[in-house]
């Protein structure tokens, strides 16, 4: 039979009981049960099996009569006696009839959707689908009027096949197309499907909340119409088209705070930003407009560079429903959808500040998305992956797709290869609601749908809006010049507001005169803002208020100095303690015993300590202070070389163990996540979370340094320019595995030379360590400031276990602290006999250490930069005064082009001439001009090496 393969899975009740309890019959002993069925379950295939397997919920493996579960068994009619398909006399065609009728109403629920009525402008008619077609299961033009029983399916216990049809074209093929049968969860499949059947969205809005949102409508479509009349020529992507999107924010967001919802965090890409701004997150539109005249956003007492208005964003606090909200909509640049990962990253540290570990329902996120770049962008899928993950879940993203039906110019045949733009949402079995954008109540109803549904389920949820963009890519392009036939559709059709606007005049809801008087009043009110606007100043910025009150703006002054990073040795013991004790009875590793022993011993002598246990130190101490650790990346629990063993795993039962959440009761914990295999969308992520709390050190490792650059997104647009563009601080520290260890070309270089030309303003810091103690202060240092900066550090590979690269106790004790350049350390000739300076970064040190004590050479100084940028300028001139006869040279393992010599060579020479020394240029050493990181061949690398250090030394 023709369908058979979709047999219903709403066959529930007592038909689908009893059928399921005949077939099992059957397949013990096919002559068990009557002739006729013997002959349907024959003809049955195995995804029809299946789907009265849905149905009823029992398990297809064979089993005797009798065996289902107290819930599966058949039910009484409200007389008593079995149901009516229970019954002995029941004959073959009333049951081909109920299995046909339950695979028709199965079949719209999957694919419904194609045929909803999608498109405001009527261009992409839905073709007929087979299977939504009574034909396909055998009813005829004289089969739609006869009563089947169906069994409380769609809330009938009997229907005919005209009654099921007018119900499922209501529910499936009218202004809405859900998407919801790809869900595995029953209960949230469920819980859809009862939401959404009978179409109570036709019926759901009384004559208020009707007025209500033709207001929504009249706010959004007015301002955009006014800054058209005044800001003629002006880009402002604006949202003509797509008015709907503003009542369906404002929906999504009394609805979650009715919900319990205290704070709200929106991402979203430049087109209606400003009409979101003014409308739902309730920017002054005094403000906006004294921004259209080149106004600054924020005061003339805080630098910065500024952004265009429609990348700015925005933070207030309101009332809804007498409930206080909190809601900030998040700057972002013209990259579309890089804001995705940072909003979630900012809900979860706002869940975890307010204590909210377990449901995760009092902070949440809405991200608006462009269709095109929804399908295009692979940040979206790394964000949905990180949905439902534990050390990312925020309890469920809402969703809201903006759906042009183009792409600057390009259509969707040629922008996505799904049905549709929000295919990649199936991938985490989020549902999707498409709903067109000229239907308000239809966009109202999903909008409220969607914020119940991540309130229920804590899982994210899409709300695709198939709306238009009545001008182009922006208010000066011409896109007939690609799409006439669109535009020449748009140009004839009435706005939503308009169309709406009538509608309720003709239902008597609002009349004519009414909805007039309302856009008056509002064009009146901007008129007003517009007026004040001229003579507007801003007063204070936001971006030191709320959590950051209490933070400075970072000085120009950044030179070593106390920064109170150094820790009593009564902590450095405890902490040192905890990491090496593990519970009695837990079966440690052995290798990583050894380890733990070594960690003991080192702590207890206050020699040999090394990097794994000084960062470990730098944690614990800041957890016993009361600062929370989020530690964040690719395996970083290990440590991906083997060196951190955050986590402890039991040998024989896996459970976990972490040494640092066990220091002392009342500290901080320290949580270390092993990331999905993202760098883009996790580093996104940790970014939004120390974009929320300032009092955390946040941490992202990326499993090797060069790994970072597929995050470059993230780097350039938000950890290097935030601050300056957007007046946005960020604590983040990123460790980037850096070092020429004849690894090859991709796991040699982290690539230095990009972060050092992103360099400027004092916009943030990068290191490239060479002690423990170095990188032990430089993490406290993080929030022992009274301001934030980003810190990238070039970690270590070799150096994690190198014996020489270790520091003693005393080195993280008081009376230590934080050196930007560290000296000459070794027994050398003074420095007046000294010929020659070198000086260098990271691990390279080591190498030209070891040539230096192995040839006996001792007229050469070797002097560390700990910190590039900021340059280090007053502290290098105090070590370089003292060599007064030496030449300078900078040694580094990286290619003349990359590395830190182009950006250091002039700063050096600068410091070189303000000295009463004979040296005034640095010469170059080190690898010459490449156009890949390192060589893949070992031997080649060794040679590159070895002469490198000699030449460094004066030794070729």
Not at 433 to 445: K, R, Y
Not at 541 to 546: I, N, P, R, V
Not at 687 to 715: C, K, M, R, T
Not at 910 to 927: C, H, Q, S, T
């Amino acid at each position: 039979m023709a369908g058979i393969d979709i047999l219903a899975s709403a066959m529930t009740g007592a038909n689908a009981t009893f059928l399921a309890d005949l077939y099992a019959r059957w397949v013990e002993n096919p002559d068990s049960v009557d002739a006729s069925f013997q002959e349907l379950f024959a003809a049955l295939n195995d995804d029809a099996r299946a789907v009265l397997h849905d149905a009823t919920g029992a398990s297809w493996a064979p089993r005797p009569r009798g065996a289902f579960a107290p819930e599966e068994a058949p039910a009484p009619d409200r007389k008593g006696k079995a149901a009516p398909a229970a019954e002995a006399g029941i004959g073959r065609q009333q049951v081909l009839d109920s299995l046909r009728a339950l695979m028709l109403i199965r079949a719209f629920r999957v694919r419904g959707h194609l045929e909803a009525q999608l498109d405001p402008l009527h261009l992409q008619k839905p073709k007929p689908h087979p299977e939504l077609d009574p034909k396909t299961y055998g009813f005829a033009e004289a089969d739609l009027d006869r009563p089947i029983f169906i069994d409380g399916v769609l809330g009938k216990e009997t229907a005919t096949v005209r009654e099921i049809l007018q119900i499922l074209r209501a529910t499936y093929c009218g202004p809405i197309g859900v998407e919801f049968m790809h869900i595995q969860d029953p209960g949230q499949k469920a819980w859809i499907q009862q939401r959404m059947e009978g179409a109570p969205w036709t019926r759901a809005f009384d004559a208020g909340a009707r007025r209500g949102i033709l207001q929504q409508l009249t706010e959004a479509e007015g301002f955009e119409a006014f800054c058209a009349r005044k800001y003629v020529g002006t880009k402002r992507f604006g949202l003509e088209g797509g008015e709907v999107t503003i009542p369906a924010l404002q929906t999504i967001i009394a609805t979650a705070v009715d919900g319990g919802v205290k704070e709200i965090a929106i991402g979203m890409p430049h087109r209606g930003r400003l009409n979101t701004l003014v409308n739902v997150v309730k920017k002054p539109f005094t403000q906006v407009f004294s921004e259209f005249k080149g106004t600054p956003a924020h005061p003339d007492d805080v630098q910065g560079s500024g952004d265009v208005k429609y990348h700015l964003g925005t933070s207030t606090d309101v009332e809804i429903n007498g409930r206080q909200v909190h809601l900030s909509l998040q700057p972002n640049p013209s990259h579309l959808e890089a804001v995705d990962p940072v909003v979630a990253g900012k809900v979860r540290a706002r869940q975890d500040m307010a204590g909210d570990t377990k449901g995760r329902r009092s902070v949440m996120g809405i991200l608006l998305h462009g269709d095109a770049a929804f399908a295009g962008q692979g940040v979206v899928y790394e964000t949905l992956a990180m949905s439902q993950l534990i050390g990312y879940r925020t309890g469920g993203t809402v969703h809201v797709v903006v759906n042009n039906q183009i792409g600057f110019t390009t259509v969707p045949a040629h922008a996505y290869s799904g049905l549709y733009c929000t295919d990649v949402a199936k991938s985490v079995q989020a549902p999707i609601l498409h709903v067109n954008g000229d239907d308000p109540e239809a966009v109202v109803f999903c909008a409220r749908l969607c914020a119940d549904y991540r309130m229920e389920f804590g899982a994210d949820i899409v709300l695709d809006i198939v709306c238009y963009r009545r001008h182009g890519h922006n208010e000066t392009d011409e896109p007939a010049f690609t799409q006439p036939l669109m535009y020449g559709r748009i140009k004839e059709t009435k706005t939503t507001r308009t169309l709406y606007a009538e509608r309720l005049a003709q239902s008597g809801a609002v009349s004519a005169e009414d909805g007039k008087a309302m856009l008056d009043a509002f064009n009146a009110r901007l008129e007003e803002a517009y007026q004040a606007a001229q003579t507007f100043k801003p007063n204070k910025a936001d971006w030191l208020e709320g959590h950051w009150a209490g933070m400075k703006a970072a000085g120009s002054d950044c030179e070593e100095k106390e920064d109170g990073t150094a820790v009593s040795l009564d902590t450095l013991r405890e902490v040192g303690a905890a990491l090496a004790r593990v519970p009695e009875g837990f079966g440690v590793n052995s290798k990583i015993a050894r380890q733990l022993d070594a960690k003991k011993n080192a702590i207890e002598t206050g020699e040999g300590i090394d990097w794994a246990t000084g960062e470990a130190l730098a944690f614990g101490s800041l957890l016993v202070e009361g600062h929370r650790v989020r530690l964040s990346g690719e395996d970083v629990q290990r440590g991906t070389f083997s060196h951190r063993h955050a986590v402890l795993v039991d040998q024989q039962s896996q459970a976990e163990y972490v040494p640092l959440n066990n220091i002392r009761e009342g500290q901080a914990r320290i949580e270390a996540f092993n990331s999905l295999l993202s760098e883009f969308g996790v580093l996104g992520f940790d970014y939004g979370y120390s974009l929320a709390d300032p009092h955390s050190l946040v941490v992202w490792e990326a499993q090797f340094g060069d790994f970072a650059n597929g995050a470059q997104v993230i780097i350039d647009q938000f950890i290097a320019s935030a601050e300056t563009k957007w007046l946005r601080m960020s604590g983040l520290v990123m460790l980037l595995p850096h070092g020429y260890e004849g690894q090859g070309p991709e796991h040699s270089s982290a690539r230095l030379e990009r972060y050092l030309q992103l360099c400027s303003e004092n916009n943030m810091q990068v290191c490239n360590f060479t002690t423990p103690a170095s990188y032990f202060h430089a993490l406290r240092r993080q929030l022992k400031r009274n301001h934030r900066k980003p810190l990238v550090v070039m970690t270590p590979k070799s150096l994690l276990r190198h014996k020489l690269a270790v520091s003693s106790l005393a080195d993280f004790a008081p009376g230590s602290t934080f050196r930007t350049v560290i000296p000459e350390t070794d027994a050398i000739a003074p420095a007046e006999q000294v010929k020659r300076v070198v000086l260098c970064t990271g691990k390279v040190y080591y190498d030209l250490l070891q040539e230096r004590r192995d040839k006996g050479v001792q007229d050469v100084a070797i002097i560390r930069l700990e910190q590039l940028y900021p340059f280090p300028a007053v502290s290098l001139a105090k070590v370089l005064a003292e060599y007064r006869q030496a030449e300078v040279v900078w040694c580094q393992e990286e290619p003349e082009n990359m590395g830190a010599w182009n950006f250091l060579d002039r700063r050096i020479e600068k410091v070189l001439k303000g000295l009463d020394i004979k040296a005034k240029r640095p010469e170059y050493v080190g690898r010459a001009e490449a156009a890949s990181p390192a060589t893949g061949l070992a031997k080649v690398h060794q040679q590159q090496q070895e002469a490198l250090v000699r030449d460094a030394l004066g030794l070729s």
